[in-house]
């Protein structure tokens, strides 16, 4: 027997299995407050990411804009026409197009209740009353 032995006194089964089991909480606690500190590191990348397409995305804008000034400019030219007049015509055929593409948009999409996540619920109750009145 070793000096070791003999100085801590035998713990019972219960006294172990609590040991155990507060020593899983505690690692579970840890693994937790890990990933916490994880996410936290990854949504800060994520938000400077996010600021950088932010920017990008503007310039993209922005290119937009210069390009079809530049349409306009150059329809004027050819046209002859005064600039006032064909930038009028663009910006109309634009809000029309974009007043089409928002109305085929609209369409589209359906409203009302989860028409399989309803269906569902119902089996699920249906079971549920057959269960009890077997019970």
């Known amino acids: 027997m070793s000096a070791q032995e003999t100085d801590e006194p035998r713990l019972s089964a219960f006294a172990l299995a609590r040991r155990l089991v507060s020593g ?19 949504l800060a990348q994520a938000r400077g990411a996010m600021l950088l397409f932010g920017i990008a995305l503007g310039l993209v804008f922005a290119a937009l804009i210069s ?9 004027a030219a050819l046209l002859g026409w005064p600039g006032w007049l064909v930038s009028l015509i663009v910006t109309f055929l634009l809000l029309g197009i974009a007043g089409f593409l928002g109305w085929r948009g609209v369409r589209k999409v359906k409203f009302g209740p989860p028409e399989e996540t309803m269906a569902s619920v119902r089996e699920e109750v249906a079971w549920a009353k057959r269960l009890i009145r077997r019970g």
Do not use: K, N
């Open 24 to 42: 899983l909480v505690a690692l579970a606690r840890l693994e937790v407050q890990h990933g916490l500190q994880e996410v936290g590191g990854m």
């Open 67 to 75: 390009f079809t000034v530049f349409f306009i400019l150059l329809i």
